[in-house]
């Protein structure tokens, strides 16, 4: 198998792996799944969204050439 079908192939069980496929049936199943997003690792409050608009505003102002 050469390096890039290895590659490939291992994209693809990786994706696979990470896609949820069972339906939320019970208020419960939701619930858990929050939990679940809780759990992963993050920053601990989302930022305002003037922080947001900022982070945006200086992001276009670095690709402009001013002229």
Do not use: K, Y
């Amino acid at each position: 198998m050469t390096l890039s079908a290895w590659l490939r192939a291992a994209a693809h069980q990786r994706l696979a792996a990470g896609q949820r496929s069972d339906a939320f049936e019970t208020p419960e199943d939701l619930e858990a799944f929050f939990q679940e997003c809780d759990a992963i690792e993050g920053p601990d409050t989302e930022p305002d969204w003037s922080e947001h608009l900022a982070v945006i505003d200086e992001s276009r102002g670095r690709g402009a050439s001013g002229t």
